[in-house]
């Protein structure tokens, strides 16, 4: 399974790098509004951190303006995946794109039928965002549990990337099912390393050392 972060904030990709799990980064307007930088430079920047696909939303929503812009885009960096939103133009864009080498991420996925419209057109990623349908009372991993079955049937080569990820179980889930990524937010990655047990054992053991280091001492003095 591949992890990637949703984020484009440079604090928080060049930590998650450190901690040498990282395989990419997912980036959308909102998450590149928050960051106030240009946003050229700020890709540029992230393609220099992070070693693997690094995806980049265009804005415009006819055929000619997205193609425009994903030329652009790719020309930043190679690790750059174009993310094109799912609808009528957006198919066309990917299925044009990708004759030109060009990789498409496409995104706004909510149910299974965006997601084979998007497999034929030859999106290199798929992007079903599990919490937003969580968020209006549908169940955003079966919608996983659907696409990852549907491909599997019919073996397109498209990854389905889980996106809109609010908590571990999402991840733990997608790992069950086979997804080939999970992007997620800095503070959901902080959460999958985190489990009380292992901070007390670790602070019991290191009690147990103090205490006989301190007990051989004694022992060597009298
Ligand atoms: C996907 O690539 C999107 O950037 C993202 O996962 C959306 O998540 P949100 O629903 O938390 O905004």
């Excluded at 980064?25 to 540029?44: G, I, M, Y």
């Excluded at 750059?80 to 794109?97: E, R, S």
């Excluded at 498409?104 to 419209?117: D, E, G, H, R, Y």
Aim: glycine share 6%; proline share 3%; charged share 25%.
């Amino acid at each position: 399974m591949k992890i990637f972060l949703d984020t484009a904030n440079i604090d928080e990709i060049k930590e998650a790098v450190s901690w040498g799990i990282l395989d990419g980064v997912t980036t959308n307007p909102s998450l590149v509004a928050k960051e106030k930088r240009d946003f050229k430079e700020l890709l540029q920047e992230i393609c220099s951190i992070v070693d693997g696909d690094v995806s980049a939303e265009v804005i415009s929503t006819d055929f000619e303006g997205m193609v425009k812009e994903a030329r652009e885009l790719v020309k930043i960096s190679d690790n750059i995946i174009v993310k094109i939103p799912l609808i009528k133009d957006g198919l066309k864009a990917v299925k044009f794109l990708k004759s030109e080498g060009i990789r498409a991420n496409v995104t706004l996925c909510f149910s299974p039928t965006q997601a084979i419209l998007a497999a034929k057109a030859g999106a290199y990623y798929i992007s079903p965002f599990v919490g937003r349908l969580d968020d209006i009372s549908s169940d955003g991993m079966s919608l996983i549990r659907q696409i990852v079955q549907i491909y599997k049937n019919y073996n397109f080569e498209t990854k389905v990337l889980v996106a809109s990820v609010r908590h571990p179980m999402h991840v733990v889930e997608a790992g069950l099912i086979g997804a080939d990524v999970v992007t997620m937010p800095f503070k959901v990655l902080e959460q999958l390393i985190k489990h009380p047990l292992t901070d007390i054992g670790l602070e019991r053991f290191l009690q147990d050392w103090k205490k006989a280091q301190a007990e051989l001492k004694l022992e060597k003095v009298s």
